[in-house]
């Protein structure tokens, strides 16, 4: 590769990277190149996605990101040219301990403040969104039907197909292996393939953002956490699809319609982080279990398929954005902590914005990097 310059670098090309990469174009901003290692775009994390689009969150600032991003999904087609399905069939959290039914008020409070007709539920109304869910233990729910689920893979095939359009360059097969600095500013990143000049590089390496602190001696709490999930045969008798994205907070699995079967899906709270993604068929069984033990006609399903992929953790499950003060043009878009799609229309607009003007119509200062140094930080509670 000839030496390459450019105005801003992004570094991954997943459903973060190439949303920002588009909004930047999209205002105008067209000296934006796209690096990943991988051959296509979207190979980590946002492959593995279960396509889940909520705006029922526990902190403001989360459904800040949802409330926008809900948009930016609706008007997809008008703003990217692409047309995909989002099927808006509501996020259903149910409840089926006592100490849980305070927190689902106070969320749902939360999230009405920002206009958002999100109710909560008594058991009979739970039963009656969703008649396939074994009630008995239940005691509350929450339901918001502007949620739902799409497939992310559309979505970032919109995005990179949008922003190459516009001028975006991507590219493929080609590790970032070095930051460039100097005197505690940027100037690009090395590469496999050379090296890339840059005042401004943004991270949004996901679940591997964490290695791109190291190369600049910064760190970037985001741990990779192995998630893994499974796709039943068809079902085609007891339920009508789409159902509505279920959660069981109790336990945690979450499930909702896909390919005329179930998806299914659960977080190992005891998951020490690594890079691993291999699929643990014990732990497709446990995931098994309890969803049939929320969905009881589950019991007579066959699962089709199961996989593994990685979590971008943060110590309180949201998102870094903005620039690190250590190192002037260099900017962290990573720690999703597993809503990286729902959040990734949003956070390319804000992204663009802040880089553009350094004025993003939210205000991001919430998800600084700093607050790791300073402490005291806002657990998100909705995290599955
Ligand atoms: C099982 C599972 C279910 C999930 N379900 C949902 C859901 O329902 N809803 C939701 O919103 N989110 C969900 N997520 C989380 C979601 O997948 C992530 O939050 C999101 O994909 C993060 O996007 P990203 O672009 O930041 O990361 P990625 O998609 O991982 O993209 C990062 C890119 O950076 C590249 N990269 C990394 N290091 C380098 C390097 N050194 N050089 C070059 N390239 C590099 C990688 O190749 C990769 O393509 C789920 C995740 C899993 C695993």
Redesign the pocket.
Same mark, same amino acid.
């Given at each position: 590769m000839a030496e390459l310059s450019c105005d801003v670098v992004i570094?991954?090309?997943?459903?973060?990277?190439?949303?920002i990469a588009f909004h930047l174009a999209r205002a105008g901003h067209r000296d934006v190149v796209v690096?990943?290692?991988?051959i296509n775009?979207?190979? %980590?994390? +946002?492959?593995?996605?279960?396509?889940?689009?909520?705006a029922q969150f526990g902190s403001d600032i989360n459904v800040q990101l949802s409330k926008l991003s809900i948009e930016l999904f609706e008007s997809f087609e008008r703003d990217v040219g692409v047309s995909v399905p989002f099927h808006q069939v509501g996020y259903l959290w149910i409840a089926t301990r006592p100490e849980e039914i305070p927190l689902f008020r106070r969320n749902v409070e939360l999230q009405r403040r920002r206009d958002l007709d999100v109710r909560f539920l008594e058991p009979a109304e739970v039963g009656q969104i969703a008649p396939y869910v074994r009630l008995e233990d239940v005691l509350a729910g929450t339901f918001h039907a502007r949620d739902g $689920?799409a497939s992310?893979a559309d979505y970032?095939t919109g995005y990179h197909r949008a922003g190459t359009a516009l001028g975006v360059r991507y590219l493929m097969q080609?590790?970032? +292996?070095g930051v460039l600095a100097r005197r505690g500013e940027v100037a690009g990143v090395r +590469?496999?393939r050379g090296e890339i000049r840059a005042p401004r590089v943004v991270c @949004? @390496? %996901?679940? $591997?953002?964490g290695?791109?602190g190291e190369m600049i001696g910064i760190e970037i709490p985001v741990a990779p956490l192995?998630?893994?999930?499974f796709v039943t045969e068809p079902i085609t008798e007891g339920l009508r699809h789409p159902i509505p994205?279920t959660v069981d907070y109790t336990s945690g699995v $979450?499930l909702h319609s896909e390919s005329g079967g179930i998806l299914a !899906?659960l977080a190992d709270k005891n998951e020490p982080p690594s890079f691993n993604q291999n699929v643990d068929y014990a732990f497709i069984e446990r995931i098994a279990e309890l969803a049939m033990h929320r969905v009881p006609l589950l019991e007579s399903a066959t699962i089709k398929t199961g996989?593994? !992929?990685? $979590?971008?953790v943060t110590p309180d499950h949201h998102p870094i954005l903005g620039e690190l003060p250590e190192l002037r043009g260099f900017y962290v878009?990573?720690g999703?902590?597993?809503? %990286?799609?729902?959040?990734?229309p949003a956070t390319g607009k804000l992204m663009a914005e802040l880089l553009l003007s350094g004025r993003p119509s939210i205000d991001l200062h919430p998800l600084r990097w700093s607050r790791f140094r300073e402490g005291n930080l806002n657990q998100e509670t909705h995290v599955i």
């Open positions: 570094i991954g090309g997943g459903i973060i990277g190439t949303s690096v990943d290692r991988e775009p979207g190979m %980590g994390s +946002t492959s593995k996605a279960a396509g889940g689009i909520r $689920y992310p970032l080609c590790e970032i +292996t +590469t496999s @949004a @390496a %996901g679940a $591997y953002s290695k791109i192995r998630r893994q999930c994205m $979450y !899906g996989w593994a !992929g990685l $979590y971008e878009a990573a999703f902590s597993g809503h %990286g799609v729902m959040h990734a």
